[in-house]
């Protein structure tokens, strides 16, 4: 029998794209979102705050799983402990944690690390809350979102020289592809942490800048800038890659070509 699906962080760049796959499954929806939605057909909302532990009890009730998307730059394993118990409570359902690939390999120890990396330490952190949850899991880790990296590409394109964080390298992937990863994880059996998904590519940043510009007809000189600390030296060294799993399609130049050029 098709069960009920909690998707937190379904109005996210993620989760808006795991709610219509589940949909097509055949699933009834609910998303947790801190603002109030009105329903839409399969699609249920309930509002409340993973952080502040509001409404969480209301939006696992009845779920026989949980896509856990919701997310910010910090404080992800509080969110994440707040859903737990409240899941746990209510029964026994299939939680499905999207992470970040680097997680267990980005060392978050000084203040430089906190505050260039310190969101790999959230998530990390996260992660062993799901994992410690006692309910059955599947952790997803994923190398960084073509979205996320075109936000960033927009913001910094926005300076008149552009600071390029030297010998970090990235592997972006298609936000598309990680969600129809996720439901089909969220659909099968508990998996406990499954193969890392990445991009097809792994370039620089000043690769992935120029590709930016390029498509937007833009010239911007690049200046390369030196980031000190542990958690960089280990980015520098590839340990938010996974070359081995370089299993999503759509490159970076494809993706640009679409977002910024509209479909052909
Ligand atoms: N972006 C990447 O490149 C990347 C790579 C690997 C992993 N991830 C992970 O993927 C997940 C989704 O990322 P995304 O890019 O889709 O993020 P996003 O676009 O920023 O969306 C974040 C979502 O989290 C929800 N949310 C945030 N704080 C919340 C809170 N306190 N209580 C309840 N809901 C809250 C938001 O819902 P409302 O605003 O509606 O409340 C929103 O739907 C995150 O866990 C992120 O760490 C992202």
Not at 178 to 197: H, K
Not at 233 to 247: D, E, F
């Amino acid at each position: 029998m098709a069960s009920l699906i909690l998707v937190t962080g379904g109005t996210g760049t993620l989760g808006r794209r795991v709610v219509p796959r589940l949909r097509e499954a055949g699933h009834a929806v609910r998303v947790f979102s801190r603002r109030t939605h009105e329903a839409t057909d399969g699609v249920e909302y309930v509002t409340g705050d993973l952080l502040k532990d509001e409404g969480t009890q209301d939006a696992v009730a009845g779920a026989g799983i949980i896509v856990h998307c919701a997310g910010g730059r910090k404080d992800d394993d509080v969110a994440t402990r707040n859903l737990v118990r409240a899941a746990s409570q209510a029964g026994a359902p299939h939680l499905v944690f999207i992470s970040v690939v680097g997680a267990d390999r980005i060392p978050v120890v000084s203040a430089a690390d906190r505050a260039m990396f310190g969101y790999f330490g959230f998530k990390l952190a996260a992660e062993r809350v799901v994992a410690g949850s006692g309910l059955p899991w599947t952790t997803l880790r994923a190398t960084q979102f073509h979205d996320l990296a075109l936000m960033v590409a927009e913001q910094m394109a926005k300076l008149p020289v552009i600071p390029v964080p030297a010998g970090v390298r990235f592997q972006p992937v298609d936000t598309d592809e990680v969600a129809a990863r996720l439901v089909e994880l969220a659909l099968g059996a508990p998996a406990g942490l499954a193969p890392d998904i990445g991009g097809p590519q792994v370039c620089s940043m000043a690769d992935l800048l120029r590709g930016y510009l390029r498509a937007r007809g833009r010239r911007r000189p690049l200046l390369p800038v030196w980031l000190p600390g542990g958690a960089a030296r280990a980015v520098r060294a590839g340990a938010n890659l996974t070359p081995g799993h370089a299993v999503g399609r759509r490159t970076w130049e494809e993706f640009l070509a679409y977002r910024v050029h509209g479909p052909a």
